[in-house]
């Protein structure tokens, strides 16, 4: 028989996520994603101006802060009909890119590292020999043997305390730990230093947006003007700080996140052949180089892989109502119009209707509706979304940067290609996706720079701001692609209000229960195969969960 | 409280800093917190004597920048807070342990610290269908919050969720969405609205408990003064631009690239409280205003409800999305004058006889007298 | 043509206090107006190059406001006083709707006078009834804008006398409500203002009492026989 298990809460991530896992023979054999929180914010955001909605819908998540924003922005922009200005354009790529690096260390390090790193066997590490490994992999400066032995020194004192604080009834020594107690020492201080880095990057919000979480965006451009000759504006010190954040970022991405993350991948090698799930894959790509209409300006392209065919790249149009569908049947919502069909945002309906058990309980009704989250699909088929999904898009359009970094990376840890295809893959993805954001960030920069210098400033267009001149009636969307992958919000403006708002989250597509076919969504088809070495203690299934980055509050909203 | 665990000035030592750094670190505590020179002593006793705090930090109906803002903090870093300053015991965003170890771990430290710890509450409590809008390990978020306060020394509500019902709570709160201040009573309450909050405020009150052991003073709406008790308009570094009558009337424009005060285009830097002006974020990297962007006044109640956020007054609910008061206002204006000239030609028809009989009959009258 | 004789009776209504009180008064709530309007909505200095330091106008603007609030205030204080120690017309009683009589009186005008659509014959030296109840209501919104324009003014001074109404924004649930309703009763005012001095010159030109003029001089006429009948009965009430 199978042994039922329930993750809840599912920690290291964002929101509330509950799995519950049947388990055989040391081996899931069936997994039901739930997201236990919903706030309506498609409801709240009815009726209001447009031009506010940007910051309703940014509050739907403040770890993926601001993607909300942009794909709220541009689903207006795109309604009316309006083109933004160059430097809007750019302005808004640096802050994309900030949020893509600050998001993805913090992921591995503080969400995803402790499923591979043991803490308390760190205590146990030679700092010397802890020198010489980081040392062996990367020119960071800060990976002395003194550097080491202070930090082990502190973290003796933290655990002797008996107060473990964060890392009190972690999963410490357990079987599935593989890392030596060098790496783990080493890994717990990049913890640290990411810790203080993260807070860093995220500066360049704040000089665009004016703080972080949650930076200002506006509809038709941005709000900082750009003025080199004024105090109060964005000026050159300005500009050179942002420049000064990006090389520091590169610096950390190549110098700690990849080497760390190589060195740990080496030893878990055989995690390239579990949690691959699903074999479809969506991106709608984003970082536009010449204006967001040109879509194949992207730095990130637009498609999608299907059945991991990577020769191929099919196209996606969120515009095309038998494209991207909503399904209900499993989730605590009703349609106007029976519950199995699916509904095209535009034409998308919130109507809370909860019908799992009453609080407290045990178990979720499987069988029945049992998420808060809607069920997704493409053409009927689920798909992947997130890093790797963009990383195979990119790498089967044949884009030339995105082989380099996949070939480099499978070539270091002696992998086959398939091995991308799985948990291992997913976070290599995101880092290698790191390095190339790192890059066109700074290619972003140059270009905001000569365009001031060829003397153009404007920010804003100014033609749409007046509500006056709107029709009647407009449709739009607005995609981009989140941390967590392909991210759209659909708006129908009516009378200059909104009329219908919904937002199809990255993590909607992957933690969604099934849908009226049975078909599982990403998390649930990852996990299928999982080992379990201790049903009480299912690290393993953390690490499956956690290679997507789940982010609950966005996937409900 | 655990006998193993030690005060703020062992973790130092341990770390091997010399009584010198610590007396030094108390003085820049005391400093950071505002309290004059002859009150530091106190701050030393504090940190010699008092143990890493336990602290629980609840996840409820959020969206997690609270949390982020809090990692943000560079005075002190957050690394120093969790490690060296507070025992963080549950926390969904950051604990190693999930599912049923995350859940012993609560339970531990709230057995452990009944009656101590410091209950840190990010999220609001959906009480609508009895809750079902938020569970967590098959609990609403009323029971857990319940459970969780009842042995907590104080209570900090982080953000606007907690202290407001945020955004969730904004017309028409599908889920009920409720400030936490209505679900709990009888423990001192901090609200640290904003959202989020600023990093360094959400750790100087924090560091401020630890330091002294009381909450800090609050105003009347039970936010600390120490960082509520001004407006951000009083402390806007545009506001000559204010006084001046310099205002930007659209954005880009060339007052907007002179930096000229943002009022005109809906700044709530005149009726919001926060410490934006002076503290700034990211480490002082900057604040909305000075980016160019109008305050929203995300550390008011209901601010989603004040919109729309683009002009200098919300609209009157129920008048459509851009009726402010003047545009009422004017209209009543243009109705009774509409109004009064048709009284006056009424006037003339109906009552004509008595106009005559005034106007031909009136007669000189017939002595002074006063009228009391 | 009939000809018919009316008794007509010089009444000194207003006294000076309360005819300067008035004067002041409407002088503040213009100002007031004025200037709160263009608190709400200012005017863009785009003159004078670059540079704040020149300039105080928007300052100066609020400046005159917040003066203006405190003499509008103390005079409004002393109209209260007066409503205790003034004559008859001047009372406080005539204000406030306390008695079923009063309520008739509203009626009766609002139905003969304002809506004419009955007839009577009604006469008051002071203020009828429904001016009263107007002034009644103007005396509110005077009040209200006080207790919200120095529970705004509380977050931006220090001084002892702003500090009393520290308690005015949290029960109003923040200061930008505050701000809304504030500026909304200004047009209350303004409402008021076009339809008072409507009346004023109508009661002028309809029923010729001299209205107009008695909050310069202070007297009014009334019909002699109504107004020696008036005070017999209020002899005979015991007042
Ligand atoms: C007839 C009486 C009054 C009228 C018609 C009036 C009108 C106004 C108006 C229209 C505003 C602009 C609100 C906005 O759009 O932001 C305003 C602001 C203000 N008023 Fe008044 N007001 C009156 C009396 C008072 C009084 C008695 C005070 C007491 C101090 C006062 C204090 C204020 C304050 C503090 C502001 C905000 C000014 C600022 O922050 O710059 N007002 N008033
Ligand atoms: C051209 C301007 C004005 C004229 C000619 C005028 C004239 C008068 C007259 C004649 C009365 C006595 C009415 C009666 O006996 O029924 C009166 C009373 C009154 N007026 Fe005006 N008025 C003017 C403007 C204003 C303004 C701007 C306000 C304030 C909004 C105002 C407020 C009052 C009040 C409150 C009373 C009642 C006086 C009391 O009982 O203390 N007036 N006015
Ligand atoms: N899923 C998701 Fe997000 C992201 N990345 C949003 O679009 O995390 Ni909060
Ligand atoms: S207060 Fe704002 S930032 Fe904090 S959790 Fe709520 S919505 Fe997020
Ligand atoms: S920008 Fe906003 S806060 Fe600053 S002075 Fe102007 S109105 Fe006040
Ligand atoms: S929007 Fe919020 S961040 Fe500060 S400037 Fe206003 S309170
Ligand atoms: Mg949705």
Redesign the pocket.
Known sequence: MANRIVIDPVTRI?GHLRVELEVKDGKVVDAYSSGTMVRGIELIVKDRDPRDVWAFVERV?G??TT??ALASVRSVEDALGWQIPQNAELIRNLMFCSQMMQ?HVVHFYHLHALDWVDVVSALSADPVATSNLAQSISSWPKSSPGYFRDLQKRLKGFVDSGQLGIFANGYWGHKAYKLPAEANLMGVAHYLEALEWQKEIVKIHAIFGGKNPHPNYLVGGVACAININETNALNAERLAQVKQLLDDARTFIEQVYIPDLMAIASFYKDWGAIGGGLENYLAYGDLPTNGYSDVSSFKFPRGIVMGRNLNEVVPVDGKDSEQIKEFISRSYYEYSDGNDAGRHPWEGETKLAYSGPKPPYDFLNVDQKYSWLKTPRWKGNPMEVGPLSRMLVGFASGKAEYKEVVTEALGKLNVPVGALFSTLGRTAARGLESRLVANWALEFYDMLISNIKNGDTRTVNQEFRNPETWPAEAKGVGMTE????A?AHWIVIKDRKTANYQLV???TWNASPRDPNGQRSAYESSLIGTPIADPENPLEVLRTIHSFDP?L???VH | MDETTSSVWEEMKNKGYSRRDFLKFCAWMGAFIGVESTGISSVVRAMETKKRPAVIWLHLQECTCCSESFIRTSHPIVADIILDNISLDYTETLQAAAGHQAEAALAKSMKDNWGEYILLVEGSVPTGEDGVYCCIGGKTAEMRLKEAAEGAKAVIAWGNCASNGCVQAANPNPTTATPIHKIINGKPLIKVPGCPPIGEVMAGVIVHIMAFGTIPQLDGQGRPLAFYSRRVHDTCYRRPNYDAGLFVEEFDDENARKGYCLYKVGCRGPVTYNACGVTKWNEGTSFPIQSGHGCIGCSEADFWDHGPFYQHLASFPGFGIETTADKIGLGLGVATGVGIAAHAVITNISKKDEINEHIETSSVPDGDREGE | MKHKEVPLFRVYVWERPVRIYHWINALCILVLCVTGYLIGNPIVLQHGGNDASNHYFFGWIRFIHFATAYLFLFNFLFRIYWGFVGNRYANWKNYFPYSKKHFQNMWDVLTVDVLQIRKKDIETPGHNAVANFMYFITFLAFLFEVITGFGMYSAMSDNWFSDLFRWVIPVFGGDLILRMIHHAVMWVFVVFTIVHVYLVFYHDYVDGSGVLSSMAGGWKFVSKEKFLKKNQEKAAEGK
């Open positions: 964002e998540c770890v993926c993607v909300h998001d989140a941390p967590r992958g991210l989250v990255p993590s982010c509050a966005c996937a």
